[in-house]
């Protein structure tokens, strides 16, 4: 199984944040492939100019690989597959994760009730 983490999902699982559930870390765990999109980070580090996320994203990009996972860039097509979807959800950055879930595809997992009527492939953890 392939799975792409969202922001927090992400930030959660380097951080051992107890916020992430038992079943969700085994779920990363057993994944054949876990990635991590540079939309993360590049999220990541608006808020933290915003002074609304308290983070290094240097460190997290350095994270990704350390934690055995796999950048996942922004592609052209995924940028056109965000024209196609309903307005479930406003936020850009999960619209794009969103995005690249079903282009790639893979099982985008996320805390977000937003986020899975986009797709089947969109699981909440």
């Known amino acids: 199984m392939r799975l792409l983490l969202d922001t927090h999902i992400f930030l959660w699982t380097v951080s051992d944040d107890t916020r992430l559930r038992r ?3 085994h779920l990363i765990e057993q994944a054949d492939e876990v990635y991590v999109s540079a939309v993360s980070i590049w999220e990541v580090a608006i808020k933290v100019r915003l002074g609304k996320l308290e983070a290094d994203p ?8 350390d934690s055995g996972f796999i950048e996942l860039p922004v ?4 940028g056109a597959v965000v024209a ?3 307005l479930h959800h406003h936020d850009p ?8 879930a079903i282009s790639e595809p893979m099982y985008l997992l996320t805390a977000d009730a ?11 953890i």
């Open 23 to 25: 079943a969700a870390r």
């Open 58 to 65: 240097v460190r997290l990009v350095d994270a990704i690989a």
């Open 75 to 78: 592609t052209a097509r995924h």
């Open 84 to 86: 196609g979807l309903p």
């Open 93 to 100: 950055f999960d619209r794009l994760l969103v995005a690249q």
């Open 114 to 124: 937003l986020l899975p009527p986009y797709s089947d492939l969109v699981r909440r």
